[in-house]
């Protein structure tokens, strides 16, 4: 049987060749786009993580609030996107605090780097538990763990990152408040006092107070003062606050102070000069050396 095609007449047998020829065709494209595309992921290269520093944004005697800076580079000929990027910080393999890259991420361009940043809040009443639980030096090792994922051409390559340093075993100040006294003359105050003991292994400075006293639940006196008092490692010292206060309230709150003031509470937190010593240590490596 022969059957007209385009002037020329096939077989059914041409016919049957003509298919399977064009059905090999289609198959080995479909594999060589399969090959292709699998040869392209497989030389991706997984971007990489270093830690470029750790900046401590503010410290008081409760916790210490950190920002990790992470500097990630791209090494491929394709953009990639941080799917997601947290971080953990652990002493004797106890989680102390943990984190997550504020969203959304910026791309990292083909070739091309960003610094990512990290934000963690460590509670020193916990970190000081576990040194006292586990260690008996000043210092405690610490280890900074993430796994960032990233998205390259849409496949998703996981990065592992570690980093070890040390930070002191009793970084928070003990506090207690001692009295309180008033003082007369044209403008009426009472002074605060409180004692301050740094046994943190380091020297420190205390930067400032923010606060409230209360009695009953009720605040009775508004603190917030700015100073700069030393805080010698190992000793304890006296820091005395002076507390405005308005003339129409002085009668009342100067009988609760003066009579009762053993039941108040100090509703606030001192706020710590970072010394460098610090910095140096959570970094495990001298400031300005490349990671």
């Not at 984190?99 to 990290?118: L, Q, S, W, Y």
């Not at 916990?126 to 496949?155: D, H, I, M, W």
């Not at 970084?171 to 105050?189: F, M, N, Q, T, V």
């Not at 420190?204 to 009695?215: E, I, P, Q, T, Y």
Request: net charge positive.
């Amino acid at each position: 049987m022969f059957l007209p095609v385009g002037g020329k007449c096939y077989t059914m047998p041409g016919m049957n060749e003509i298919r399977s020829l064009s059905f090999r065709t289609g198959v080995l494209s479909a594999a060589a786009i399969v090959l292709c595309a699998f040869n392209i992921t497989g030389c991706i290269i997984p971007p990489k993580v270093s830690l470029s520093d750790i900046e401590i944004s503010s410290m008081s005697f409760t916790k210490l609030n950190l920002v990790c800076m992470f500097d990630v580079r791209n090494p491929n000929l394709f953009a990639a996107n941080l799917k997601k990027f947290d971080c953990d910080f652990r002493a004797f393999d106890r989680s102390i605090a943990s984190g997550d890259a504020e969203t959304p991420i910026p791309t990292i361009p083909a070739g091309g780097r960003r610094t990512v940043p990290v934000d963690l809040v460590i509670r020193l009443p916990e970190l000081a538990s576990v040194a006292r639980q586990y260690a008996k030096g000043k210092t405690v090792p610490y280890q900074l763990t993430s796994r960032p994922v990233f998205n390259v051409l849409g496949a998703s390559f996981p990065v592992s990152f570690r980093h070890n340093g040390k930070v002191p075993s009793a970084l928070a100040p003990k506090w207690k408040l001692a009295g309180i006294s008033r003082r007369y003359g044209p403008e009426p105050a009472f002074l605060v006092t409180f004692e301050i003991r740094n046994p943190s292994g380091i020297h420190m400075s205390l930067a400032g107070v923010k606060g409230a006293l209360r009695l009953g639940g009720e605040d009775l006196l508004q603190l917030q003062e700015t100073m700069l008092t030393e805080l010698p490692d190992g000793e304890t010292i006296e820091l005395v606050v002076p507390v405005r206060v308005r003339l129409t309230a002085l009668a009342g709150a100067a009988r609760k102070l003066l009579t009762d003031w053993r039941s108040l509470k100090f509703d606030g937190e001192f706020h710590l000069k970072t010394p460098l010593s610090l910095r140096k240590m959570l970094m495990g490596k001298p400031l300005g050396k490349k990671p």
